[in-house]
């Protein structure tokens, strides 16, 4: 009776163990999603790089891209349901501030958070929402002209 019992012991370990190291739905899509990205010329990271983002819910991805618009240095951070500027605060007083403020509003809402600066664009979204969300916001990003 004890041999059963180690034998069956034995063949759950081996199934639980199998079903470890098969990719769930979620995953293989996850890396689907970010195989389409790089080939898209996005970098992916995440919170824990250089960039200084005000949220730190790793439960959103940074992705990066070049940066061929002429505005090379803004924050902006959902707040309420649009994005505002946080920094830096002279931008507002530039000439095309409003233009700037417009092309911005009609980012995704995907979008928590974005930075500009010299050679990226590096934003902050939530990868769950598919690569249909990724093109939209690609889309968006490199008409991002001032």
């Known amino acids: 009776m004890n041999v059963y019992i180690i034998i069956l012991l034995v063949i759950l370990f081996l199934v639980g163990s199998i079903n470890l190291v098969i990719p769930t739905k979620k995953t ?4 689907d999603l970010r195989l389409i990205a790089r080939k898209k010329g996005f970098q992916i990271s ?6 200084k983002f005000v949220s730190k819910n790793l439960k959103f ?4 891209i070049k940066n061929m618009s002429n505005l090379k ?6 707040e309420e349901s ?12 530039d000439d095309n501030f409003e233009e700037i ?3 911005i509003s009609n980012l995704p809402r995907s979008i928590l958070e974005i930075i500009f600066n010299d ?17 939209k916001i ?9």
């Not at 293989?28 to 890396?31: A, E, G, I, K, V």
């Not at 690609?138 to 001032?146: D, T």
């Open 28 to 31: 293989r899509m996850l890396s």
């Open 46 to 51: 995440s919170l824990t790089s250089k960039q």
């Open 61 to 64: 991805v940074c992705y990066s």
């Open 73 to 78: 240095n803004a924050h902006y951070v959902l």
């Open 82 to 93: 649009s994005l505002s500027l946080y920094e830096p605060i002279k931008l507002k007083f």
């Open 101 to 103: 403020e417009n092309k």
């Open 119 to 135: 050679s990226y664009i590096s934003f902050l979204w939530n990868e769950n929402l598919g690569i249909d969300e990724l093109e």
């Open 138 to 146: 690609e889309k968006h990003l490199k008409n991002f002209f001032i």
